[in-house]
Every structure is written in C-alpha cells, then in structure tokens.
T-cell receptor, first 112, second 117 residues
Framework: QKEVEQDPGPLSVPEGAIVSLNCTYSNSAFQYFMWYRQYSRKGPELLMYTYSSGNKEDGRFTAQVDKSSKYISLFIRDSQPSDSATYLCATTGYSSASKIIFGSGTRLSIRP | GAVVSQHPSWVICKSGTSVKIECRSLDFQATTMFWYRQFPKQSLMLMATSNEGSKATYEQGVEKDKFLINHASLTLSTLTVTSAHPEDSSFYIC?????????????FGPGTRLTVL
C-alpha cells in the first residue's frame, strides 16, 4: 500500500466551478500535510501547509484534513483557467523536517 | 519568496556520456538540498538528500555511483548522471531548505529535463 494515494484524473471542470481534490494516507500518525501545484515542465510550488486536523484557508484555496478517515482535501473556489495544473498532495509524516512523500498528482483542467 | 534555479533546463545527450545538473539557491543559504526524479505522469520520487560539506544520503534503490551528488557550498549542489542510458531520461528537480529545515521552507527548482538518446 502506498503511503499517499491520489486519483490521477484528469479532472475537467468549467470556469467558476468549485474543485475538490482528494487524497488518502496510510498512517494515522502522520501530522504534516501539504498541497503543491505543478505546471507542465516546472517544479512544484507549495500552495498549502497544514498540521494535524482541521481546515486552513488562503484566498480561493481551502485545505482540509480529516484524521479520523485519513483523508486530505483541497478545495478551489471560483476556479480559473490559470488554475489548470497538476496538484500534488504530500506528507512529511511525523516530523515537519522529514522527507516529503508525494501523491501521484491530479491533472486539473479548467475550461473557459 | 526564496528562489532556486537549475541549469540546464533541458539537456539531450548520447548514451554512455555523463551529464551534470546544477542547483543553486539564489537568495538564501541552504544547508540541505534534495534531488528528485519525476517520470512522465508520475509523482516526484526522492533520490537523495545532500548536506553541505558531507556525503549525500541516497534513498533505497538509487545507485550512488551512477548519480553523483556534490554539495560544495551553501548555495550550490550538483547531480552528475554518469554513463547515462535511455532509461535515465526523466525530469530531475532539486529543492533547498531556507530556514529551520521545516517543510514549509523547502523551495523547489524549475527542473531539468534529461533526454538520453
């Protein structure tokens, strides 16, 4: 079983829609979770960084962690064509300074 | 935010040759740098962790004699792919820690696309 599982998509939605991206993880002790955005042929860019359970909001983006179900989500409101990219969930497990374990990434396309 | 650069951004080489990829932190000092490999439509896989002035720590399954890493200064780490073969063709990405080593201070470079003919 992979430590982080993510549906690779692709996912296509119309502009303005709410996007929901999801991942599951294997170890209930994991506490540090991240979402990265990666444009084609570019390095990943950190979008959201959360610790333990709960929600974190930054502009149009909301990250959610449900430790009871080992489920992490990223919501994008009022999606824009510029949001079209691959979104990677990730964890560093127990420590904020441990190596990053990435999900496989979900390719998202926002249709104008 | 902190900037990490990579050079070259794209390289094509013949099978059997060696290729060097540079990773630089432009506006901060990085005691730790990381090297990742990403195959098409797959996620990033950590290859090795590089600490300035010491030997790199390689992940299981990564050949240290094939992927030579040198972290000679606080702003530069290099990855040399020796005797490259077509199966080494991939997207190589480095990252560097700018602060306490926490993940939220780890910044990624733009990547280097290697094609081995």
């Amino acid at each position: 079983q992979k430590e982080v599982e993510q549906d690779p998509g692709p996912l296509s939605v119309p502009e303005g829609a709410i996007v929901s991206l999801n991942c599951t993880y294997s170890n209930s002790a994991f506490q540090y979770f991240m979402w990265y955005r990666q444009y084609s042929r570019k390095g990943p860019e950190l979008l959201m960084y959360t610790y333990s359970s709960g929600n974190k909001e930054d502009g149009r983006f909301t990250a959610q962690v449900d430790k009871s179900s080992k489920y992490i989500s990223l919501f994008i409101r009022d999606s824009q064509p510029s949001d079209s990219a691959t979104y990677l969930c990730a964890t560093t497990g127990y420590s904020s300074a441990s190596k990053i374990i990435f999900g496989s990434g979900t390719r998202l396309s926002i249709r104008p | 935010g902190a900037v990490v650069s990579q050079h070259p951004s794209w390289v094509i080489c013949k099978s059997g040759t060696s290729v060097k990829i540079e990773c630089r932190s432009l506006d901060f000092q990085a005691t730790t740098m990381f090297w990742y490999r990403q195959f098409p439509k797959q996620s990033l896989m950590l290859m090795a962790t590089s600490n300035e002035g010491s030997k790199a720590t390689y992940e299981q399954g990564v050949e240290k004699d094939k992927f030579l890493i040198n972290h000679a200064s606080l702003t530069l780490s290099t990855l040399t792919v020796t005797s490259a073969h077509p199966e080494d063709s991939s997207f190589y990405i480095c990252s560097a820690n700018s602060g306490s080593g926490s993940t939220d201070t780890q910044y990624f470079g733009p990547g280097t696309r290697l094609t081995v003919l």
